[in-house]
């Protein structure tokens, strides 16, 4: 058993970290967090968070100083720039195995619990993206764990230990609100104030805090005082903006019912939504008396609700109730295996699982299927691939995975059937790397076509950009002095200042534009999304050079 404990890892190191970088960046998210990072790097101000130059007040600055550090070690490249959200998948399993191991059923509950966040398929599509919900699902883990080993793990007579995982939660705190903002004081409320109501300490609800709170704030201190003295408007701005607004305003960014995550969940929860049934019957076996499972399930539940209450919502908000779920996953299946019901050889075999790996063979089987339909007809007007290795790729891991459930489905012993169930999607979230559909990358992703150009980014150049394109143009022409033309977007804040308001050219003003071009000749490139050009071009001169791949279109005048 000591030995299979190695497998999340080799599990982490094949799917997260050996082919991180073998995509092409994506707009907007992870070249909007890839060029914020190299312009920290490029300006030495590793305090106020800037995007092209403009103000970007909607996070703090943590997430940009991790992405900047992994890019100063390992280059300005995809690897680096995905490296820390990956990693952050990684440290939270661990942390998962040791907790659940101490807690849940001893080594294979921790390598369990491991395996299905691993496996997850929203932790897994997060995780292999430049994106800050992972480090803030990491930090916020870290201190739910750090509190639950203080108050549940040890015996009073370990108060000095106690209390240094107690200022390692507020510590974990500090460090999730400066990735992400006062989220990170907010869950951890909604969390352990109705844990400890449960486990009937209310009086705690009054002390505990305190310790917490006061390393949260030595951690966040020195940051907000530095933004606060260069930036006095982002508190402003950052609270009103980006948390009062986005929850509660009709007109939320991301706008969505409060049933959406609902819906949402049995998707992101992929291949071991299958395995639900399972799950419930062995904690409805067991009275909820465990206080892992209790703390687990205030975890998941109220955030979750929160979540769901916020007027704003994007699929990656709910990352952080992932690992909640997975414990609660993990001891429920470990409740069915520890079931004594009738002589077997082995683990026992808790019925649901076989049905449970036939559904998700069947559901696979369904995955290779539409597969087929969309690449060899036009039924659903979308052929994914060019090339036809990335088929044939993509079936033959549909078909290993299916075999995988299918063993799973007939192994004679418990432990041995959730472990196929858990290595089955593995070559397939693999390919995932390798498989992105053509047309997705020709869309999502200009770098390629950008860098075809870059010879006539010459040392004096205007470059022009519209909103779509502008993160992808600042990060692979290295610049950081792109006029913005048309739409502000995220960018409307920062744009407003009087000092960045001279590169804006506003979606009415093509004169300004032409105005550039006519001081500049021979030395302005304009990237825009084509079917924008296609409403300007009227207005503006014949560019001296002009290519497009369909999507976006490099112009020079």
Not at 28 to 43: C, F, Q, S
Request: hydrophobic share 50%.
């Amino acid at each position: 058993m000591k030995k299979l404990s190695l497998l999340p890892l080799f599990v982490f190191l094949f799917l997260y970290i050996l082919p991180l970088g073998v995509r092409p960046l994506s707009i907007p998210d992870e070249t909007r967090y890839a060029e914020m990072a190299r312009e920290m790097i490029e300006t030495g101000d590793f305090v106020v968070p800037k995007l092209d130059g403009f103000r970007y007040f909607e996070k703090p600055a943590m997430g940009y100083w991790l992405n900047a550090a992994s890019i100063k070690v390992f280059g300005e490249n995809e690897f680096a720039v995905r490296f820390t959200s990956a990693v952050s998948v990684g440290l939270s399993a661990l942390m998962l195995f040791f907790l659940a191991r101490r807690f849940a059923g001893g080594y294979f509950a921790g390598i369990l619990s491991s395996m299905i966040l691993l496996t997850c398929f929203e932790v897994f599509g997060v995780g292999v993206f430049s994106l800050l919900d992972s480090m803030f699902s990491f930090f916020m883990s870290a201190a739910m764990i750090c509190f639950f080993y203080a108050r549940s793990g040890f015996k009073t007579e370990r108060d000095g230990q106690n209390n240094l995982f107690i200022v390692c939660c507020g510590v974990f705190v500090g460090f999730a609100f400066l990735t992400k903002g006062f989220l990170a004081f907010v869950l951890p409320v909604i969390i352990i104030v109705p844990f400890l109501i449960w486990e009937k300490k209310v009086k705690d609800i009054f002390t505990v805090p305190w310790i917490p709170l006061v390393a949260a704030v030595l951690t966040i201190l020195p940051w907000a005082v530095m933004i606060h003295l260069k930036e006095p408007d982002f508190w402003n701005y950052f609270f009103w903006e980006e948390h009062i607004k986005r929850f509660a305003a009709d007109n939320a960014q991301h706008k969505a019912p409060f049933y959406y995550y609902l819906l949402y969940l049995p998707v992101a929860a992929m291949p071991w939504t299958f395995l639900a049934p399972t799950v419930f019957s062995g904690i409805r076996k067991k009275k909820i008396e465990n206080p892992l499972l209790k703390f687990a399930i205030c975890w998941f539940v109220f955030p979750f609700l929160f979540f769901s209450a916020s007027k704003g919502k994007l699929i990656t908000y709910i990352l952080p109730c992932f690992v909640p779920f997975v414990l609660i996953a993990a001891i429920g299946l470990m409740n069915c295996l520890n079931e004594k019901a009738g002589p077997q050889n082995g683990m026992p075999l808790p019925k649901g699982l076989k049905v449970s790996a036939f559904a998700a063979a069947g559901f696979f089987g369904l995955l290779a299927v539409s597969l087929t339909i969309m690449q060899t007809s036009d039924v659903f007007h979308f052929r994914p691939f060019t090339q036809s290795w990335k088929y044939w790729m993509g079936i033959s891991v549909f078909f290993i995975s299916i075999i995988f459930y299918l063993r799973a489905a007939f192994a004679e012993d418990g432990r041995k059937r959730i472990m196929l169930f858990a290595m089955a999607p593995v070559l397939f979230l693999f390919s995932v790397h390798f498989l992105y559909p053509d047309a997705i990358i020709n869309k999502k992703s200009p770098g390629a076509f950008l860098m075809s150009h870059s010879d006539k980014i010459r040392p004096g150049i205007i470059i022009v950009s519209d909103y779509s394109p502008l993160k992808a143009v600042c990060w692979y022409y290295k610049r950081s002095d792109v006029y913005l033309m048309g739409s502000t977007g995220e960018l409307t804040y920062g744009v407003q200042y009087p000092n960045s308001a001279q590169r804006l050219i506003g979606r009415d003003n093509i004169n300004k534009l032409n105005d550039l071009i006519n001081e500049n000749p021979g030395n302005l490139v304009l990237v825009a999304r084509y079917r924008n050009f296609e409403k300007w071009k009227l207005e503006l001169p014949v560019p001296v050079f002009a290519d497009d791949n369909g999507e976006f279109i490099f112009a020079m005048f």
